[in-house]
């Protein structure tokens, strides 16, 4: 078969100067991604780059007889502006070899604006070390000068399926990805009306409590927005602090076991009374560890009567044995029943409370979370206190 060698020999009867003249001007495209501006399904444009104008005619002629669309460049500066103008994702076969900057650039230059091109480098006899080099850099195949034409013909389709190949996996990959983001997107959404449906159904539960044991309107609801601001003052943050507001707001859910004639009586409780109401946090504990996301509230709740002492129930903890949830949740709820009026008494101002829980600091209530608790200033309380919701 002819090579290109023999060709330029014979010099085919085609003018040059046909394949220089520039294309029609086309208005400039602005830059796409590579999924819109190209399908991948058909051959690109072939763009054939060669200081010498008798390569330059050869090649372009055997790619034409092939079905190819060419275009030409005299040097990789003009190549760049005939890519630029044109916006697709290219195939390029070019000289390794050209006054100026030469085809190693080249190829650096379209593989940084078009990462899925495909290029194909011409070089000279004795030089493969260059060819190795421009392989390492993306280049898709390299040619000895002058190739034969069912080598370059050969070397063109592979790169024309390497091309598409990269192509098909980009669409693929931004595919994939955006149906990540729809899939996290929707179940995110779905965490969060579950979580929303499941601190409403909590809400209405600690609600229904409250109205049971005819406590002060908003009391759990109170509770829980004096834990969670000292919890705050304590630089507790995320998950631990949705534990920690889900146990304040339960701490009393094992009050479902008190009898109405103990949980409602309105005289002094006997001592035997007094064993059946100090098994509800035992009781809570029971109802609420075997629900996945409230483990930790469950250990506040089977805590929140302990004292820093020891002297609390039901375990008689001291100290840090203590959940910390649960230290906090000691001051809240004793700050809400001497601040909240009563059938029998009034309740006492935020000021005399707070001297009273600093007072009791290291024997009922542990330091740190004192030490937080009295930060807060009196108008934060008041707004802590009218406050609606958590």
Known sequence: MIDLREMLRLHVPLAVQAYEQPPAHQPERPPADDSEQISGDEPSTILVVDDDPSVRHVISTVLREEGYTVRAAGSADQALELLRASGDVPTVLSDLKMPGHDGIWLLDQVLQRHPHAAVVMLTGYG???????????????????????????????????????????????????????????????????????????LSALVAALDAREHETSDHSQRVVRYTLAIADKMGIHGEDMDQIGRGALLHDIGKIGVPDSILLKAGPLTPAEWVVMRKHPEIGHQILQTIGFLTQAAEIV????????????????????IPLGARIFAIADTLDAMTSDRPYRRGVSYEDARAEIARCSATQFDPACVDAFVSLTVQELTQLRDRRGM
């Not at 089977?302 to 044995?321: A, F, I, M, N, V």
């Open 302 to 321: 089977l805590s929140h009567q302990e004292r820093w002492d020891g002297g609390g129930y039901p375990r008689r903890l001291k100290g840090t044995e």
């Open 127 to 201: 030089d493969t070390e260059n060819a190795v080099e421009c392989l390492k850099r993306g280049a898709a195949d390299y040619l000895l000068k002058p190739p034969r034409i069912t080598d370059l013909v050969r070397a063109i389709e592979r790169a024309q399926s390497r091309r598409k190949l990269s192509l098909a996996r980009s669409r693929y990959h931004q595919g994939l990805a955006r149906r990540v983001r729809e899939k996290t997107a929707e179940l995110t959404d779905a965490l969060r009306r579950t979580a929303d449906a499941y601190n409403s159904t």
